[in-house]
């Protein structure tokens, strides 16, 4: 055998990754971002020394680097050209980049105000909140988990779930996957975990997270939908739940991680069921909204 040729074990492989590319994409970006997460857990934890918070960055672009190799065994060059123009595709109107933007972050403080004892920890608007939320929100976009995760979860993963499941089950099935791919965060103090707590935190934020995430992947799926099929505007969106929890939520000292992500859940949770009504689980999909599939790349 050549050198550079393929074996018959990676053949063989890239066949099952063929016959099987929803599994295989989930598998590998489980893989990069739980494998790229133990170092910052054994920090926080005091068993090995060292600030892995780069590398914890890094671990959310996982499903990113999943869509791109499938997409590479799937359709070849082809499909990395793709994933890329998935990127950059700018299809919406103004009227949705106002939503995505603006609406989503005040959705968020509403259900921050409405708990009982946060609306009076206020401490205030600053000027500097003008300029710290756009900067906050380009650092949140390219490291904070949008960039890393959208590619994969709207970009590759949603429109073959949507097309073998429909909208509403393909969007239930990714948001339990999307929401289990974070249980390594339970472990850190990004989600309430950490040293010096147990089992019952986990207990107490996990069943909120899981309802929290399946009404975001609710709401994701049709902002992605009625786009038709906008990686970009998934990307935003997702940029705009994260950022306001760096920005605004120190501005309410009474949030915790619990309370913050009961509050995304009371104000994402409603608009779901919303559009969950009013679409009647449709959630805007159309068929011929599917992308147009390349062949294969030959052997």
Same mark, same amino acid.
């Given at each position: ?13 890239? +066949?099952?990754?063929?016959? @099987?590319? #929803? ?21 926080? %934890? ?18 990113? &680097? ?15 050209? #793709?994933?890329? +123009?998935?990127?950059? *595709? ?20 509403? /259900?921050? !105000? !409405?708990?009982?004892?946060? &609306? ?9 909140? &003008? ?15 949008? $960039?890393?995760?959208?590619?994969? %979860? ?7 779930? *949507?097309?073998?499941? /429909? ?5 239930? !099935? ?7 791919? @974070?249980? =390594? ?30 009404? #975001?992947?609710? !709401?994701?799926? %049709? ?14 969106? @997702? ?5 306001? +929890? ?23 949770? #409603?608009?779901?069921?919303? &559009? ?6 449709? $959630?805007?999909?159309?068929?011929? *909204?599917?992308?147009?599939?390349? =062949?294969?790349? +030959?052997?």
């Amino acid at each position: 055998m050549k050198s550079g040729e393929p074996t018959p074990a990676s053949n063989n492989l890239r +066949q099952f990754m063929r016959q @099987h590319p #929803l599994f295989s994409f989930f598998f590998i970006a489980y893989a990069i971002s739980w494998i790229l997460s133990i170092p910052f857990i054994l920090s926080e %934890w005091g068993v090995s020394q060292g600030d892995f918070t780069i590398v914890f960055a890094i671990k959310s672009f996982g499903p990113f &680097l999943a869509a791109y190799i499938m997409t590479g065994i799937l359709e070849g060059k082809w499909g990395k050209r #793709l994933l890329r +123009q998935w990127i950059r *595709q700018k299809r919406a109107g103004w009227g949705w980049y106002l939503f995505v933007l603006l609406g989503i972050p005040v959705l968020l403080v509403l /259900g921050f !105000i !409405i708990q009982p004892g946060v &609306l009076a920890s206020f401490t205030g608007f600053t000027p500097v909140l &003008l300029v710290s939320y756009p900067l906050t929100f380009v650092a949140v976009f390219f490291g904070g988990g949008p $960039l890393g995760e959208e590619p994969g %979860w709207r970009g590759f993963a949603l429109p073959r779930l *949507q097309k073998r499941y /429909g909208p509403l089950w393909g969007t239930l !099935i990714l948001g339990v996957v999307w929401t289990c791919w @974070h249980l =390594p965060d339970f472990l850190t103090s990004a989600q309430g975990g950490g040293p010096g707590t147990g089992f019952s935190a986990f207990l107490a934020n996990f069943p909120i997270f899981l309802v929290l995430v399946m009404s #975001l992947a609710v !709401i994701l799926t %049709w902002i992605f939908n009625r786009t038709g099929g906008s990686v970009i505007m998934a990307l935003l969106a @997702h940029a705009s739940v994260n950022t306001p +929890q760096v920005v605004i939520m120190p501005l309410f000292p009474a949030l915790d991680t619990t309370r913050l992500n009961l509050a995304a859940l009371i104000s994402f949770g #409603l608009m779901a069921l919303l &559009l969950l009504v009013l679409t009647r689980g449709r $959630l805007g999909y159309k068929l011929e *909204q599917e992308p147009d599939q390349a =062949p294969a790349a +030959q052997e």
